[in-house]
């Protein structure tokens, strides 16, 4: 069932977001050559609890850390861990957080240091892909308008869309209903209306959309290989166009 939040509800949406966006604002001032990706989760959960958040991944199916991050190839779902980064990589930090019983979610991928320029194009057109399903999330279109617009977009610049992931409702818990592909059919899939709050979240690949995941459990990839890139915004559609709960202030 999809929820239609409330205008108290949206409130502590925003909060929560809020959060989200501001440890997302400091991680990404962090991110260099020679840093470890476990050196930014433990920053990153220690700033979620001075705001009075709670991660919201950790503990999540057994999840044990606050951020996901995932290089290279690793699509979603990385764990934190000692490696270095090194320059011409790229990182997406993916981070959810709880307050008050409301959840947020935001992601992003960041280059460390200078990347490629076909690392660049795939970033560029990954965030892109994310703003066009955001202009196609207002009250009245249906869901796979945004699916839709997302699949376009990326597909158009050659790149393929990840179909076993998607993006998700989000509220009182960190993952409801209605799931939200980043392909579709447009003019078909439930109608959007007011209230409604999801989180949109293109997955591209610079080759094949097959992934796999590896002997962690969690750790998805790429399957051949290749580059990989991740965004998200959660946001709740309202009468007058998307409201964006995870941009910066």
């Known amino acids: 069932m999809i929820v239609l939040r409330s205008p108290d509800e949206i409130k502590k949406l925003r909060a929560s977001n809020r959060i989200v966006a501001s440890v997302m604002g400091e991680i990404k001032k962090a991110i260099h050559p020679g840093t470890t990706t476990l050196e930014l989760d433990e920053m990153a959960e220690k700033l979620v609890l001075d705001m009075g958040g709670t991660p919201a991944f ?15 190839e690793q699509v979603v779902h990385g764990i934190p861990n ?25 992601a992003v991928t960041v280059p460390v240091g200078k990347v490629s320029e076909d690392a660049q194009r795939l970033l560029r057109f990954c965030e892109e892909a994310l703003w066009k399903g955001i202009e196609r999330a207002k009250a009245g279109n249906r869901l ?12 158009a ?26 392909f579709g059919e447009p003019g078909t899939g439930p109608e959007l209306k007011p209230g409604m709050v999801m989180a949109l979240e293109p997955m591209l690949n610079v080759g094949v959309a097959d992934v796999k995941v590896l002997d962690d459990a969690w750790t998805v990839v790429t399957a051949d290989g290749k580059l990989s890139a991740h965004f998200e915004h959660s946001l709740v559609i309202s009468e007058n166009g998307p409201e964006i709960l995870s941009l910066a202030a």
């Not at 610049?157 to 960190?174: M, P």
């Open 58 to 72: 950790k503990g999540y199916k057994g999840f044990k850390h606050t951020l996901c991050t995932s290089v290279n």
């Open 82 to 106: 000692k490696r270095k980064l090194q320059e011409g990589d790229i990182l997406s930090i993916d981070i959810g957080v709880k307050l008050d019983g409301y959840f947020g979610d935001h």
């Open 144 to 155: 796979f308008d945004v699916s839709n617009a997302i699949q376009v977009h990326a597909e």
């Open 157 to 182: 610049a050659g790149f393929s869309v990840v179909k076993v992931y998607v993006g998700h409702g989000i509220g009182t818990s960190l993952h409801e209903e209605p799931q939200v592909p980043n």
